[in-house]
């Protein structure tokens, strides 16, 4: 495992070790543009009284979801050949690659954190106990969905590829750009199937006092992330010699 998080570190970008700042600080770059776009438009935010820190709020879980389970998912197709290594099992490979978006993730939090509350904004929640929970179960659902998605690219690398076009559509669905309690029910409740948007939801009862709490199911979301992670490593060792072959 620590020759794979290694190589991912060397390989990922430039060709270097430090090409791993680029990790944080690219998901970095995607919430600064979309803060800066909503704050430069002016309009008042659709909930609070800080633009950026409702944003923040929703693009902190969302973002983490999206970057480890998307590497996560397909660290084994560009890791392929470490597996004609006996010491390299897949597990090693995908959870290697866990770790190091994790930490990547874990610094980006850190970094908005600062920017934000140099921008003389508030970026501390009342509730840090419930913000840390959703933060980790967040990370679990990442963990979970990328572990099966990994697996299954083994099999059929393409994937890959339309698990990039889903993440897009869980992205859209996820209530970052918008308060999903307000929603009339029957829109509130299907779009709340997706675990993405409760985790949005639990983040913001965290920062706002006032939020409604009616789609926050910390439950669902851990029967996700739980779900999804025992399907994949029960895949994976049912299948481990087919995936090898392959």
Not at 5 to 10: A, E, G
Not at 79 to 105: C, K, S, T, Y
Not at 132 to 141: E, H, P, R, S
Not at 223 to 246: D, K, N, P, S, T
Request: with cysteine; net charge neutral.
């Amino acid at each position: 495992m620590t020759a794979v998080i290694l190589r991912d570190m060397r390989t990922r970008f430039f060709n270097h070790g430090l090409g791993f700042i680029v990790v944080p600080l690219w998901p970095l770059v995607h919430m600064g543009v979309l803060i800066l776009m909503h704050t430069v438009s002016g309009g008042l935010p659709p909930y609070g009284d800080s633009t950026a820190v409702f944003y923040a709020t929703g693009l902190v879980p969302t973002l983490t979801f999206m970057y480890v389970s998307r590497f996560m998912g397909y660290s084994l197709v560009v890791n392929r050949a470490m597996l004609a290594f006996p010491e390299v099992q897949v597990f090693d490979v995908m959870i290697g690659r866990a770790f190091l978006e994790i930490i990547g993730a874990c610094i980006m939090l850190f970094l908005i954190v600062a920017i934000l509350w140099a921008l003389k904004e508030n970026p501390f929640p009342f509730d840090l106990e419930r913000a840390v929970c959703c933060y980790l179960a967040t990370i679990l659902l990442a963990i979970g969905c990328g572990t099966v998605i990994g697996i299954a690219s083994m099999f059929m690398p393409v994937i890959v590829t339309v698990y990039a076009l889903v993440i897009i559509l869980l992205y859209i669905s996820s209530g970052t750009m918008f308060v999903a309690s307000n929603l009339p029910d029957p829109l509130a409740h299907a779009l709340a199937y997706n675990p993405l948007l409760v985790c949005v939801e639990w983040m913001r009862t965290a920062f706002y006092e006032t939020y409604s709490d009616k789609l926050v199911s910390p439950e669902y979301v851990l029967a996700w992330g739980i779900g999804a992670l025992f399907l994949g490593l029960l895949v994976e060792r049912v299948f481990r010699r087919q995936l090898l072959e392959a």
